[in-house]
């Protein structure tokens, strides 16, 4: 994988002077109906001798707009750079999403983007893309507009699984719900935290099953509960696990979450070691247990369910 050249904002982005082929798009969750904009852009890149990258926004439009109750996102910008990177795109613009930038008026957007790329050969899309001050602009205005520049349109069909249409709502939807497996299908791979394993209360090691602790907060924050999880070393080496996401209402009902792995396999994994956990398969929700001896017993139950899980 080549390194990706990364901007701060349009104003500052200079890459080589070669055709551009632009994605555009919030892309939270980079999910399948995503990965199709992008891989147009990237194969018709490769085709004529171009550069593939990627215009995204930070923060989510809904922050300026609804302040007061924004979209959680899926996922931060650090790990959203990380999912792109997978895709083969040689560049990524992150456009802060200021009054400023949304004041843009439509029929002016492929002219302002001209301007600061100058090199820009065509522009992709899905096919629901809305721009410009108020949302005005949709796929037909970009094509009337892009007319005049000599800059190229693609826009992407809607791609759809199980009757519905792919969203990064649905997926949300999915994963508040604990439904992992669908979830994971409309992103095309694992959903995944990422973090630094912390030094906990280590109550686990004292009833026989330590964890790796992570303190990862994310903002759309998935059913709490157990999963069948599969952790990746910093080297790429993988370790199957069972994994509770929650407050840990038997032990301390902690204000802030914690993603607790107990691994079902040997490892010499430890503190300050950075771990990738693919959550895979939701076994139960979170409980309040009455003693140790009854969440002990339960532990065992989920670490013998992900095992069968994990084993197909």
């Known amino acids: 994988m080549t390194e990706v050249l990364h901007f701060n904002s349009l104003d500052s982005a200079k890459p080589p ?56 996102l899926l996922m931060p910008m650090e790990m959203k750079r990380r999912v792109l990177a997978e895709l083969g795109i040689d560049f ?31 522009i992709y899309v899905g096919e629901n893309f809305r721009f410009g001050r108020g949302r005005t602009g949709d796929v037909s205005t970009l094509v009337e507009e892009a007319k005049t520049l000599g800059v190229a349109i693609y826009s992407a069909e809607r791609l759809s699984h199980n009757g519905a249409p792919i969203s990064s709502s649905r997926i949300r939807e999915l994963l508040s719900a604990g439904n992992i497996v669908e979830a994971n ?30 303190s990862w907060v994310p903002e759309l924050k998935p059913r709490f509960g157990v999963y069948a999880v599969q ?10 696990g069972v994994a509770n996401f929650g407050v840990r209402p038997t032990v301390e009902n902690a204000g802030n979450p914690l993603l607790e792995i107990h691994l079902l396999e040997q490892a010499t994994l430890t503190y300050g070691d950075k771990i990738r956990v693919n959550w895979l398969h939701y076994i139960r929700p979170e409980s309040k247990f009455g003693s140790l001896d009854e969440l002990k017993h339960q532990i065992l139950l989920d670490a013998e369910s992900a095992r069968e899980i994990l084993s197909k």
């Open 17 to 72: 002077n070669r055709p551009l082929h632009l994605a555009i798009g919030m892309f939270d969750g980079v999910h399948l109906g995503h990965q199709s904009v992008i891989d147009s852009a990237v194969h018709s890149a490769r085709r004529s001798g171009g550069l593939a990258g990627v215009l995204t926004f930070w923060p989510h439009p809904s922050a300026l707009f609804r302040p007061q109750n924004p979209t959680p």
């Open 92 to 122: 990524l613009i992150e456009q802060n999403f200021s009054r400023e930038f949304a004041a843009i008026e439509a029929s002016s957007f492929v002219g302002y983007l001209r301007q600061r790329l100058p090199q820009l050969s065509a």
């Open 185 to 214: 299908a409309l992103l095309g791979y694992s959903y995944f935290a990422e973090g630094v394993v912390e030094r906990g209360r280590q109550l686990g090691r004292t009833i026989g099953f330590p964890t790796l602790n992570l």
């Open 231 to 240: 952790v990746l070393d910093a080297a790429g080496k993988s370790f199957k």
